[in-house]
């Protein structure tokens, strides 16, 4: 056979292949090859965790270290997504912050008073994340090395 009638013959089946697969398929072929992104942060799969949690001084010095994970639905982390942290009581260092390639963000509060603070994290564009946290700030500490020294 020729070699031309032979290339031509396969141009034909591999223009049908594609004229088929967007008839059947219903949708362009960029769409059906290309891997989908997803970059929007998932609630649930996000987490706030922090440390310590409890027992630290209510004294405006000592902090708790706060750290935000924005994870998509595919279990990817998010980088530069702006975190924002609301708390019940204390100080933030800052109220927002970016987070890094990791899809982390880091806070630090600190009390003057004690009690619990309750923590929830907001992540652009308003994505509450699920889970919240509590941090206990406490004088007992304090009384407890006041007590020691003046007995």
Known sequence: MDKKLVALIALFFVSFAFFTAAIVFKEPIVNLTRAKEDLEPSPVRSKILAW???YIMANGASESVISVFVISESDRPLANRLV???NSLGKLDKATETTNKSGK?????TSNAPGKAEIEATVEPDIKIAS???ISFEWI????????VVI
């Open 52 to 54: 310590p949690l409890s």
């Open 84 to 86: 924002t942290l609301s």
């Open 105 to 109: 963000a880091t806070f630090k509060l």
């Open 132 to 134: 919240k946290i509590s």
């Open 141 to 148: 500490l304090l009384m407890k090395k006041i007590t020691k």
